[in-house]
Each structure stands twice: as structure tokens, then as C-alpha cells.
């Protein structure tokens, strides 16, 4: 990215030096959401900005928490913008209803929606500036656009980062996987791990291969796991987790489900996805009456935690989305 582009070059490589440091006004708070489960989340005001140009809201994937997303959350502030977070159910630091922590077990998805709402009503409105313009990762970008759907009036605009419209299947027929985690489920194995996934262990290991060219961010991960808090950690998927994702997969992708999503929205694509599926977000992009998709070639599923060429064309693709250096203004989209 040039010296003329914004955010600037000089910004971009500071924000990846400090990506492990939080900004120092940032405020870690819980709330109790509607069902009094205590939900984590976070305020990085960008206290000294005179004029914060709006709030981005950051909901994690799946196994992610607040802090992974501190190298984007320096450069929105470093552009005048204040930034919120919030860990989801089942993972980061919010309420697990499984025993086992390593387990990533959710009843059901349709908590998250609400769980987001409750963080409008209770941390950012009329504490936060607006606009509200939501940036979620995969499964956060999934419960995005549900919450979009069913909550409009609580935010202005949406950036979606290879956001979770279905999940990739490897070649497996789709019916295939729901029948197998319906009858486990049915059996009283729900909570077993599917193939492939166990408790948390960092590094580069089979599914966690996928997720990014860049072996220094993939590590961010695991250095707060490790030198923060082990309780940031979650395992692998289990057979109750994926039953529920391709439940509110199928709620997402039913027909006339995305013409309802009014919010002006950028899609950001990962060229080699292996983890979701890029044809079902190409899809979906057709149908949402504001939406526009960027493919990100290349990149894999954790676009945000991929090398500086692919994150200068992100930045690329989202300055091209909303005004950077004046604010955004919605009405002209």
C-alpha cells in the first residue's frame, strides 16, 4: 500500500508491531445477557481522537477471542474510529454451558443473536459513537448477518470477513454431515469431537494448516492462550456444535432470508478457503439488497491474521467501502 493511501503504510506497520499490546484505554467488562449468562467484552474508546468518526464492532470466529484482533482495533483507532468487542458463548472468556472448556458445545445459535443485542443495549448504545458499522470473522460474521437480519435497527453497516454461510465440506455431501451429527446428537454423543478435532493444542496441526500463510500472526493465538489466560482457549468442534451451525447455516440461506438484511455490507472473500464455503458467500452476496463481495486471491479463512501483501488489499477493499478520512456516510451507498 503507498504512502498516499490511507490508512497510511507508517500506521499499518505499527499497528503489526503492537498487536499483542492492547491500546491502553481499553476497558475488559462482562455483562449478563438476557438468559443471565455473563458475556465478556471490551471498549477501546480511541480516547485521544477529538472526534471519533464511529464505532466498530468486532465479534470473533470460531476458537477466537477479543484480543486476536488487536492489530486491526490499533489501526481503527489510529483512524479516528473507537472499537467494541465481544467474546461469544461457548468461547473466550464468556459463559461455556459445557463442563469441559475444551469442548466447543452451543445448544443452539439462536442465543448469539440476542447475546449481540444485549451488547447494544448494555455496553454501546449512548456509551459508543456512532455509526455502528459490525466487523466479525467466520462464525462472528455469521452471527452478524442473522442479528442483521432480526435486529436492523441496531447497526448502520457491516464488514464480513469470510464470514460462515455454510461450511466448507471437503467433498463430503452436506446431507451426508447432518444425518451423521443428527444421529450422534440422537445417541447421546454430542458432545464427542468430529474427526480430526480434540482439545486445544497450539501450533500448526491438521485444520489449524488452513488458516494462514503468516506463521508470526498465526501464532498471536497462542501467545494469549499461553501467556495470558488458558481459559481463552477452546477445543475442537464437536458433533453438537456443527449440528447447530448447519442449522442456522440452513436459517441463513433459506429463500427471501437475505433480500430482508437492508445494512449496506462488504463481503471479504478468501481466495483458498478451505474452512467455509466461498460459492454459498457468493451466493448470499447476490441476494443481500446492499451487498458487495471482494475476493481476497490467495488468502486463506483468517484474512485478518494473513501476510501484509493480503491485509493491504483488505484495507484496500474496505477504504473502498467507506470513507476512512471523513467518517462514513451510509445515505450514499
Known sequence: MSNDKYPSADLLAEAKEKRRVPPEDVIFD????????????????????????????FLPGRTEFIEKFIEDIHIWNGIGFACAAMDLRGQGMSSRIHPNRDKHYVRSFDPHIEDVHQLFEKAIAGKMPKPYILMGHSAGSHVMLRFLHDYPRDADAAIL????????????????????????????????????????K??????????????????????????????LAVGGVTYKWLLEAMRSCDILNAPGYAEEINAPILILQAG????????????????????????????????????????????????DFIDLKEGPDFSVL
Open 30 to 57: 462482562y455483562f449478563n445477557s438476557s438468559d443471565g449468562e455473563s458475556m465478556r467484552f471490551a471498549r477501546f474508546p480511541a480516547s485521544k481522537v477529538v472526534e471519533t468518526k464511529g464505532t466498530i464492532i
Open 272 to 319: 483458498e478457503d478451505q474452512i467455509v464455503d466461498n460459492k454459498a458467500q457468493s451466493d448470499i452476496a447476490e441476494h443481500l439488497p446492499n451487498g458487495r463481495i471482494v475476493k481476497i486471491d490467495g488468502a486463506m479463512h483468517e484474512i485478518l491474521k494473513e501476510t501484509d501483501e493480503h491485509r493491504e488489499k483488505v484495507w484496500e477493499a474496505i477504504a
Open 202 to 231: 497450539d501450533g500448526r496441526w491438521g485444520w489449524r494448516r488452513m488458516l494462514t500463510h503468516d506463521d508470526e500472526r498465526f501464532k498471536d493465538e497462542d501467545h494469549f492462550i499461553n501467556n495470558k489466560d488458558r481459559r
Open 161 to 200: 470477513v469470510a464470514p460462515m454461510v455454510r461450511i466448507a465440506a471437503g467433498g463430503t455431501p452436506r446431507m451426508v454431515t447432518h444425518c451423521i451429527s443428527f444421529i450422534m446428537n440422537f445417541v447421546g454423543l454430542g458432545a464427542a469431537y468430529v474427526p480430526g478435532h480434540t482439545a486445544f
